[in-house]
């Protein structure tokens, strides 16, 4: 069985059962049955008995109705969590205390509390844990953030980031998303935090515009949040449901040395020309977008469990960032900005949020 912080051995492979097989844990799925280095499909699982076997009908592994004979299973040394959101943390701690190893898709749950008690029922389980923030893979954004980090583009200013997708999620999965700022935000709230350093206010501003449905859930289809860091720097995120044109992901970080910006990067390079005009692809959805980020995550998580090696998407950076996420929700219900205070803790650094009365002081991260 694989283990964490074990000595490095590149001829070890880590079998990995795949639980959800919905839009995301599908793709994961497929990357894990022969394009991950150093991992394999070991099963996968889905409460949709018909889905699941036509994925390992497809994949040529077992299908396990039961999430939990996966995780009892002595053959399995990691687990993917690609179920709806609100069933991640259960899962997760399951997992844990099944000593899997656990990649989570992001969020780790829909409730600040119960995403505490996970984290920390992981962290006494001493398996590796890490969240499905696929940017911190992806080799233009982790080189933005090695240069703006490492000081090359002297003073950082400005952040500003897109995340935008073609056309609605369908509707069973808007009921358990957690909303705008939890599901689709929290990408960009990650990075900001990752490229320009903590956040001390938090301005969201929502809109019901291009489909009604979100308005029955309470939630919003475009949005806009306005940062202000702790360096005096600020930001702006545009995030939306259905863009209509494809899925757009790009930023830019603006420094007083020198600036560095991540466009909407095409599917493939075939450029088309005709009189007056030039065109590109432009990606349909994030499978399209970030192929690579996706499998390099996994990878990564891999070379956590089988070499020890640091995890680069962390509960901790997902729980900032769902607490950043928390703040965004409560500005745009309020309609005004909300102050956040970072503050370290021994695991990473944790947000006090402004209530309508104070800041949340002491709170774990105040209550939306
Ligand atoms: N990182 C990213 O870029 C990204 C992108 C899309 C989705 N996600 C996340 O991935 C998760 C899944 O999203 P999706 O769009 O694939 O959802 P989905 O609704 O398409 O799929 C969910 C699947 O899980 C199955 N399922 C439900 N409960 C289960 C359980 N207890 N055990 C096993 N299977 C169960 C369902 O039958 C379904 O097949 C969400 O948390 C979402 O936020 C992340």
Redesign the pocket.
């Known amino acids: 069985m694989a283990g964490s912080g074990s000595s490095p051995d590149a001829r070890r492979r880590l079998q990995v059962g795949v639980?959800?097989?919905?839009?995301?844990?599908r793709f994961h799925a497929e990357n894990l049955a022969g394009r991950v280095a150093r991992c394999d499909l070991a099963c996968v699982?889905?409460?949709?008995a018909d889905?699941g076997e036509q994925v390992a009908r497809e994949l040529g592994v077992p299908f396990v109705a039961d999430?939990d004979a996966v995780l009892a299973d002595g053959g399995v040394d990691a687990v993917v969590v690609?179920?709806?959101?609100a069933?991640?943390a259960e899962?997760s701690i399951a997992a844990a205390r099944a000593g899997k190893h656990t990649f989570c898709?992001?969020?780790i749950s829909l409730d600040h509390d119960e995403t505490l008690a996970a984290l920390e029922a992981i962290e006494r389980s001493g398996v590796v844990f890490q969240v499905?923030l696929?940017r911190r893979f992806d080799p233009d954004w982790v080189m933005v953030a090695d240069r703006a980090r490492g000081g090359e583009l002297g003073d950082l200013y400005f952040y500003r980031a897109a995340l935008r997708d073609m056309s609605s999620?369908?509707a069973?999965?808007l009921t358990g998303?957690g909303g705008m700022f939890l599901?689709v935000s929290l990408?960009d709230l990650d990075v900001a935090r990752w490229w320009m350093g903590e956040v001390v206010e938090v301005w969201a501003q929502g809109a019901v515009l291009t489909d009604r449905a979100f308005a029955d859930h309470g939630d919003v289809d475009v949005a806009v949040i306005t940062l202000r860091f702790e360096s005096g720097a600020l930001g702006v995120i545009d995030n939306g449901r259905s863009a209509g044109y494809g899925y757009e992901s790009s930023a830019e970080v603006v420094g007083s040395k020198a600036s560095m910006y991540i466009g909407n990067r095409p599917p493939h390079g075939v450029e088309s020309r005709m009189p007056g005009w030039r065109s590109l692809a432009v990606a349909r959805d994030?499978t399209e977008r970030?192929p690579l980020a996706y499998r390099l995550e996994l990878e990564g998580f891999a070379a956590s469990v089988l070499d020890g090696a640091p995890v680069r998407a962390s509960g901790w950076d997902a729980l900032a960032a769902f607490e950043l996420g928390m703040a965004a929700a409560r500005s745009q219900r309020a309609g005004r900005p909300v102050r956040t205070r970072p503050h370290p803790t021994a695991h990473g650094v944790r947000y006090d949020i402004e209530t309508d009365d104070a800041l949340d002081v002491g709170h774990p991260a105040g209550r939306t």
């Open positions: 639980l959800g097989l919905g839009r995301m844990g699982s889905d409460l949709d889905r999430p690609a179920t709806p959101s069933s991640h899962l898709e992001k969020p499905g696929h999620p369908p069973s999965f998303s599901d990408h994030f970030y």
